[in-house]
């Protein structure tokens, strides 16, 4: 049964500093991995999506890798600001039409 | 562009109602159509999922269906609310495959 599993539970990080979320599963046989971002009493909204054959996933300040060997991925957040302050999903797609999310990372940037 | 619509934005119902919450999707055809539910502390919780008219897939036996009448509308609904089914419903879609999942903006539902 596939798992994922995100650390740290919540993070709080002083304006402009680089940082890295990360989410790891227990079965590697995935489709594709996409990271989500969670505003208090909102929606998800999707930030990156990495394919199985991919390596990295780059949007602005953004870049998401993925290790499927190794069973991991990372959200890396250059020059954070305090508009990042949100909580931030990964989910894996094991071969079917369904995500398997994890608990996520919240994440607080003071200014 | 494709957008998805949600509604309503929040609900209080008393234990014993029923429920109807509906979601549409623009702007594409024959999407892949999900309900989640994310509890209070908890993560997200796929409900059901669509591929199709009148294809639903229940992943949790609950007190809670769905149904998809239409291409791109995706109903959940109750016959009688616990208050074990208060939390936030969340619609979302895909073109299946290795595309992208896309969110609405959620239902906040407390039953009292």
């Known amino acids: 049964k596939q798992e994922v599993t995100q650390i740290p539970a919540a993070l709080s990080v002083p304006e402009g500093e680089n940082l890295v979320l990360n989410c790891s599963f227990t079965?590697?046989?995935?489709?594709?991995l996409q990271w989500f971002r969670q505003d208090p009493g909102k929606g998800l909204t999707s930030l990156l999506l990495i394919q199985s054959s991919q390596r990295e996933q780059t949007s602005g300040r953004l870049n998401a890798s993925l290790d499927k060997s190794s069973g991991r991925s990372t959200l890396y957040i250059a020059a954070s600001q305090p508009g990042d302050s949100a909580t931030y999903l990964c989910a894996v797609r094991p071969g079917t039409d369904k995500l398997i999310f994890g608990t996520g990372t919240r994440l607080q940037v003071f200014p | 562009s494709q957008t998805i619509h949600q509604w309503p934005a929040t609900l209080v119902q008393p234990v014993g109602s029923p429920l109807s919450l509906e979601c549409t999707v623009e702007g594409t055809s024959n999407p892949n159509l999900y309900w989640y539910r994310q509890a209070a502390g908890r993560g997200l919780q796929l409900l059901f999922y669509?591929?199709?008219?009148?294809?639903i897939s229940s992943e949790v036996p609950q007190n809670l269906s769905a149904s998809r009448p239409q291409d791109r509308q995706f109903i959940l609904s109750s016959k009688k609310l616990l208050l074990s089914d208060s939390g936030f419903y969340l619609c979302?879609?895909?073109?299946?495959?290795?595309?992208?999942?896309?969110f609405g903006n959620g239902t906040r539902l407390t039953v009292t």
């Open positions: 979302a879609w895909s073109l299946g495959g290795n595309s992208p999942l896309h």
């Open positions: 079965d590697s046989a995935i489709y594709n």
């Open positions: 669509s591929v199709g008219i009148g294809q």
